[in-house]
């Protein structure tokens, strides 16, 4: 069994897990119940874990995942620059607020 995934919500988790099924990696859920109780622990705790039954599909499965959460995958507040006019750009923003072009770099 390995670790491949952890989220703070059931929702991503969920989503990773339907993903290895379709895939046809077997994988288990751990946590999926406790974090109900998340107010009253500290949240890495108690966050879903997903975890990958044979240890050999688990490189498999990071790729996968990783694929799956690119998008929403950037650093939050990372910086980036504008391919079009070089302007530097907080992360929060999906498009310069310079010249209007949006972000290609993720
Ligand atoms: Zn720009």
Redesign the pocket.
């Known amino acids: 069994m390995k670790l491949v995934y952890t989220a703070p919500t059931m929702f991503m988790v969920a989503h990773i897990r339907n993903l290895l099924d379709a895939e046809g990696i077997a994988c288990h859920v751990r946590n999926e119940f406790l974090s109900a109780g998340a107010g009253e622990l500290p949240p890495t705790e108690v966050w879903p874990e997903v975890w990958v039954v044979e240890d050999t599909q688990a490189e498999r499965a990071r790729r996968l995942i990783a694929e799956a959460t690119k998008d929403s995958g950037a650093e939050p507040g990372q910086s980036w620059r ?6 530097e ?1 907080d992360g929060n923003f999906a498009q ?6 949006l972000r290609t770099d993720t």
């Open positions: 504008c391919q079009a006019c070089a302007e750009l310069c607020w310079k010249c209007g072009a």
